[in-house]
């Protein structure tokens, strides 16, 4: 049971190609939520694609954006938020994520992420000669932080609609022990 926090949203983090748009933009439309991908929401304030600002400022800038951007969910309602794949590996952002977020993590293999992102030319951590090989370590390197989140689901050999019904029984479920734990 999740006790002591506000869970006003939901938040879906994961490795890259997992899932988390595509699934967050439907469970969004279910639960008549307001659906936010952090990647294009950078995009639109800074004016610039995710890919310029790696090639101008480095990942570092990049990083320093998204930590901004994780500090002002707390302030959000009924929201749906997809994060980039490496959000909660820097600085707090899973702590800042969970003040008013459930954070599902959608999990999927090496061999299923490479099938889903192989041909993307606008992923630039994925812009390698040996792309199974990156995924894998980058994989890895970040299962520790996904771990943390409060529930794991698997959306290798799933189709969407079931990873949305569980997305959405396991939120709605949380949700719901949390306003009776707060009574």
């Known amino acids: 049971m999740i006790t002591g926090r506000s869970l006003a949203n939901l938040s879906l983090v994961g490795f890259m190609g997992a899932g988390k748009s595509t ?5 969004a439309g279910r ?5 936010v991908d952090t990647d294009t929401l950078i995009e639109q304030r800074t004016g610039r694609k995710i890919q310029e ?6 990942e570092a800038e990049f990083r320093a954006i998204e930590h901004e951007l994780t500090g002002e969910t707390a302030q959000w309602k009924r929201t749906v938020i997809a994060t980039g794949g490496g ?17 599902i993590c959608l999990w999927a293999s ?5 099938r889903r992102v192989r041909g993307n030319r606008n992923r630039p951590l994925l812009q390698t000669e040996d792309l199974r090989g990156t995924i894998d370590r980058m ?13 794991i689901v ?3 050999n799933r189709s969407l609609r079931m990873v949305v019904q569980q997305v959405l029984r396991q939120y709605r479920k949380a949700f719901a022990d949390s306003r009776a734990a707060a009574k």
Request: no cysteine; hydrophobic share 40%.
């Open 53 to 58: 600002i790696f090639a101008t400022g480095g």
């Open 31 to 35: 639960l008549r939520y307001r659906f």
């Open 87 to 103: 959000l909660i590996t820097f600085d707090n952002n899973l702590d800042l994520l969970r003040k008013a977020s459930f954070v």
């Open 139 to 151: 994989l890895k390197a970040r299962a520790e932080f996904y771990k943390r989140s409060d529930l």
């Open 23 to 27: 699934v967050g933009r439907y469970v």
């Open 110 to 114: 090496t061999d299923t992420i490479y």
């Open 154 to 156: 698997n959306t290798d």
